[in-house]
Nanobody, 116 residues
Framework: QVQLVESGGGLVQTGESLRLSCAAS??????MGWYRQAPGKQRELVAG???????NYADSVKGRFTISRDYAKNTVYLQMNSLKAEDTAVYYC????????????WGQGTQVTVSS
């Protein structure tokens, strides 16, 4: 009964910031991350973080976006600074866990629109 609920999307102007949140039910996940999909394009990994704290980012967002986890709240965040029009997309939270209850889970997505 895993559920991922995203929040924090919206409409902003170039150069402004947003923080996305993804609250997950259930146990700790081995991996949590953010993907995005723009119209006519494939879904791509934006940022990810493991249970050990290792992070990785798409080249296009390095230096601008920061992913973090709050283990007490079982929540992952994506701080997005210096937003560009090219960041416009639907952002999806993803969570994976291994072991007896292994699985791959997705949120419904939250729209981020950056106007120039």
């Amino acid at each position: 009964q895993v559920q991922l609920v995203e929040s924090g999307g919206g409409l902003v102007q170039t150069g402004e910031s947003l923080r996305l949140s993804c609250a997950a039910s259930g146990s700790i996940f081995s991996f949590m991350g953010w993907y995005r999909q723009a119209p006519g394009k494939q879904r791509e990994l934006v940022a990810g973080i493991t249970s050990g704290g290792s992070t990785n980012y798409a080249d296009s967002v390095k230096g601008r976006f920061t992913i973090s986890r709050d283990y007490a709240k079982n929540t992952v965040y994506l701080q997005m600074n210096s937003l560009k029009a090219e960041d416009t997309a639907v952002y999806y939270c993803n969570a994976r866990r291994v072991g007896v209850f292994s699985g791959d889970y997705w949120g419904q997505g939250t729209q981020v629109t950056v106007s120039s």
